[in-house]
T-cell receptor, first 114, second 114 residues
């Protein structure tokens, strides 16, 4: 089993609240990713990081922001949650080179905005 | 446009039977193809990774094949078990960037009945 953890697993919260989804990995991986997944749909990359102090936006536009102050920690923040943010958010990590290296995924945070 | 298409969308089989899932892709330039298993409420877990030169790769009862000429892959599951019930996701990586961009299929939802 991969050592990557996401909290909380489930979150139901009202519109306008600030939310932080936590993601931590203990494998020392440099590359980390955030994906958004809706039921029956493919994963969409929303943020990624090559290492400490490196963050980039992914393919799917997202109002969320991320930070990478420590190698093992890659939190995602929504400043003001809206119902359109309701989705499952998956965090992943991989070794420095993705050539032939699998991404290790956390179990996700299922977010519901009322 | 780089795409990954999976079929069937869903499949129901009886325990002990074999099945084959299909993946067609148009991603270019091709780097590698991965199959992931995603249990309900969990993150995806890597089953196999195949590069251009590999035709077949096995992981226990899972055998993946790759035909890079026709851009097709299949995942064969032998002697299915109830625990095989999950979504199986095909993911193709290109060589167009340092990140090794990943293209995700929508998955095949497999249900194994006793």
């Amino acid at each position: 089993e991969a050592d990557i953890y996401q909290t909380p697993r489930y979150l139901v919260i009202g519109t306008g609240k600030k939310i932080t989804l936590e993601c931590s990995q203990t494998m020392g991986h440099d590359k980390m990713y955030w994906y958004q997944q809706d039921p029956g749909m493919e994963l969409h990359l929303i943020h990624y990081s090559y290492g400490v102090n490196s963050t980039e936006k992914g393919d799917l536009s997202s109002e969320s922001t991320v930070s990478r102050i420590r190698t093992e920690h890659f939190p995602l923040t929504l400043e003001s949650a809206r119902p359109s943010h309701t989705s499952q958010y998956l965090c992943a990590s991989s070794k420095d080179s993705t050539e032939g290296q699998p991404q290790h995924f956390g179990d996700g945070t299922r977010l519901s905005i009322l | 446009k780089n795409q990954v298409e999976q079929s069937p969308q869903s499949l129901i089989i009886l325990e002990g039977k074999n099945c084959t899932l299909q993946c067609n892709y148009t991603v270019s330039p091709f780097s590698n193809l991965r199959w992931y298993k995603q249990d309900t409420g969990r993150g995806p877990v890597s089953l196999t990774i195949m590069t251009f030169s590999e035709n077949t790769k096995s992981n226990g009862r899972y055998t993946a094949t790759l035909d890079a000429d026709t851009k097709q892959s299949s995942l064969h599951i032998t002697a299915s078990q109830l625990s095989d019930s999950a979504s199986y996701i095909c993911v193709v990586s290109d060589r167009g960037s340092t990140l090794g961009r990943l293209y995700f299929g929508r998955g095949t939802q497999l249900t194994v009945w006793p």
